[in-house]
């Protein structure tokens, strides 16, 4: 016999998939999903920005040395982007460094 309240979450859930399988991607999605047995991986986007060297100094106010520094401190990590690989850095790697009022990190 099943209990009352877990027949409860399993209706509530048995909702949430039909609304869910109601989106006609969601279905295209599975289906291609299956048609590759198993030779794919999903990678989530980033919801992130990438920052030109420039734009980073002058939100951290700090000069390119200090950039640098902080590169090989690894306070944060430098991409190199195709075609011709420029440099830019995670908006939110940058976000994560305490600034202080005058510039430069706390």
Not at 60 to 67: A, H, K, Y
Not at 96 to 101: K, L, R, W, Y
């Given at each position: 016999m099943i209990d009352a309240d877990v027949l409860d979450r399993m209706v509530e859930k048995g909702r949430e998939l039909k609304e869910l399988l109601a989106n006609k991607d969601i279905l295209r999605f599975m289906e291609l999903m299956?048609?590759?047995d198993g030779q794919v991986s999903v990678v989530p986007l980033r919801s992130d920005t990438l920052l030109y060297p420039s734009e980073v100094r002058r939100m951290?106010?700090?000069?390119?040395?200090?950039?640098k520094e902080y590169c090989n401190q690894g306070l944060l990590t430098a991409y190199h982007t195709p075609p011709k690989g420029k440099t830019k850095f995670w908006l939110s790697q940058v976000l994560?460094?305490?600034?202080?009022?005058?510039g430069g990190t706390a």
């Open positions: 299956a048609s590759m951290l106010r700090i000069s390119n040395s200090t950039l994560a460094i305490p600034v202080t009022e005058e």
